[in-house]
T-cell receptor, first 115, second 117 residues
Framework: AQKVTQAQTEISVVEKEDVTLDCVYE???????LFWYKQPPSGELVFLIRRNSFDEQNEISGRYSWNFQKSTSSFNFTITASQVVDSAVYFCALSEAGNFNKFYFGSGTKLNVKP | GAVVSQHPSWVICKSGTSVKIECRSL??????MFWYRQFPKQSLMLMATSNEGSKATYEQGVEKDKFLINHASLTLSTLTVTSAHPEDSSFYICSARDGRLGGNTIYFGEGSWLTVV
């Protein structure tokens, strides 16, 4: 079974619109980490956030915000007032207590922000 | 700046030849590194765990004889794609854990694009 599901394959928005990228995960561990990475066309992974399973507080960083809800096993990512530079593929990932170094990535969501 | 570096960033090789990709931790020692593969428009899939001084641990379905991993020092792991074929063309990316000061931060390299022609 897939551990991380990103149901949205591709999203297109117009600049300044808000956009939410969905992430649903599956794990039997009570201790785990969740991550979001941005992958521009050049390929490198840009770290955005790490959340541990015991911290359900939502987080805001500039135009970025994350909503972690254990009840629904979701860790959604919202970009407010999107910009063209936000265009990239975004990956949600999970690592579990058995091996925190091993990442399970979702299939990614390609975000296109049009001017 | 990057704390995990990969080289080369881009490589084109002929079918049947072997190609080596390096992954270096620049500011810390990494007893364990990880290799991922990403096919076009797909997700990153873990291929293997590289262990310093011992054999790599491969994920199910990954051919260990085709993807040779050597972790000879605490700052370097290499992935060699042997007898490469066009279907091996992919984006390969490594990661390493910085465990200094009791931390647990994973850093990813910049990735290496392999094209087999």
């Amino acid at each position: 079974a897939q551990k991380v599901t990103q149901a949205q394959t591709e999203i297109s928005v117009v600049e300044k619109e808000d956009v939410t990228l969905d992430c649903v995960y599956e794990t039997r561990d009570t201790t785990y980490y969740l991550f979001w990475y941005k992958q521009p066309p050049s390929g490198e992974l840009v770290f955005l956030i790490r959340r541990n399973s015991f911290d359900e507080q939502n987080e805001i960083s500039g135009r970025y915000s994350w909503n972690f809800q254990k009840s629904t096993s979701s860790f959604n990512f919202t970009i407010t007032a999107s910009q063209v530079v936000d265009s990239a593929v975004y990956f949600c990932a999970l690592s579990e207590a058995g091996n925190f170094n091993k990442f399970y990535f979702g299939s990614g969501t390609k975000l296109n922000v049009k001017p | 700046g990057a704390v995990v570096s990969q080289h080369p960033s881009w490589v084109i090789c002929k079918s049947g030849t072997s190609v080596k990709i390096e992954c270096r931790s620049l500011d810390f020692q990494a007893t364990t590194m990880f290799w991922y593969r990403q096919f076009p428009k797909q997700s990153l899939m873990l291929m293997a765990t590289s262990n310093e001084g011992s054999k790599a641990t491969y994920e199910q379905g990954v051919e260990k004889d085709k993807f040779l991993i050597n972790h000879a020092s605490l700052t370097l792991s290499t992935l060699t794609v042997t007898s490469a074929h066009p279907e091996d063309s992919s984006f390969y990316i490594c990661s390493a854990r910085d465990g200094r000061l009791g931390g647990n931060t994973i850093y990813f390299g910049e990735g290496s694009w392999l094209t087999v022609v």
